[in-house]
């Protein structure tokens, strides 16, 4: 079945730091891609996608490419902010029209001024 | 624009009492979600209703249970309550024939059974 790994956190970081959270990746076919974001006490929001090989999702400052070759869609930022501050989750959806995403268990990531 | 609203936010329970959680969207999405949100293992998708009138079991479904009202709103209920269901829940909802896959989320409903 489907399944994504993202690297353990937490993660923390000083303001203006380069932050890169690693995703890989197992399904069938042709999956898109998501980063999601959580704010604390928030629900997800979509942070950015990618649909096809190659494709690179980008919003906010962060992006991530996506790596058919490698099954990877790491998160990356030049430099964050202590609004960065949130959880990050990486999640796949392998298509058809019931778009169940499959998501990865989640990197804190704490940004110290 | 309220987008996707859960309620209650916190509910403590005890061992074998029963709730509903309710959550509506008013973004007139086809599809919904309910996951559970826990420590270390991100989120699981527990029922979702591709289309009003339908619903299919997610990845854990044992003890719940839901109910698509109509289009707007998906409840998600447990008969008999367990501290194994101590969680966040989180409904979400998307749009078919937007094509995005993007979901839009609720702000969660913390649960504690005691």
């Known amino acids: 079945g489907d399944s994504v790994t993202q690297m353990e956190g937490p993660v923390t970081l000083s303001e203006e730091a380069f932050l890169t959270i690693n995703c890989t990746y197992t399904?069938?076919?042709?999956?898109?891609l998501f980063w999601y974001v959580q704010y604390p006490g928030e629900g997800l929001q979509l942070l950015l996608k990618?649909?096809?090989?190659?494709d690179k999702g980008s919003n906010k400052g962060f992006e991530a490419t996506y790596r058919k070759e490698t099954t990877s869609f790491h998160l990356e930022k030049g430099s964050v902010q202590v609004s960065d501050s949130a959880v990050y989750f990486c999640?796949?959806?392998?298509?058809?029209?019931?778009?169940?995403?499959?998501f990865g268990k989640g990197t804190l990531l704490t940004v110290n001024p | 624009n309220a987008g996707v609203t859960q309620t209650p936010k916190f509910q403590v329970l005890k061992t074998g009492q029963s709730m509903t959680l309710q959550c509506a969207q008013d973004?007139?999405?086809?599809?919904m979600y309910w996951y559970r949100q826990d420590p270390g293992m991100g989120l699981r998708l527990i029922y979702y209703?591709?289309?009003?009138?339908?619903?299919d079991k997610g990845e854990v479904p044992n003890g719940y249970n839901v109910s698509r009202l109509n289009k707007r709103e998906f409840s998600l209920r447990l008969e008999s309550a367990a501290p194994s269901q101590t969680s966040v829940y989180f409904c979400?909802?998307?749009?078919?024939?937007?094509?995005?896959?993007?979901?839009?989320f609720g702000e969660g409903s913390r649960l504690t059974v005691l």
């Open positions: 979400a909802s998307t749009s078919r024939l937007a094509n995005t896959g993007e979901l839009f």
């Open positions: 399904a069938t076919g042709y999956p898109s």
């Open positions: 990618a649909t096809k090989a190659d």
């Open positions: 999640a796949l959806s392998s298509g058809g029209s019931n778009y169940k995403l499959t």
């Open positions: 973004m007139n999405h086809n599809s």
């Open positions: 209703s591709a289309s009003e009138g339908t619903t």
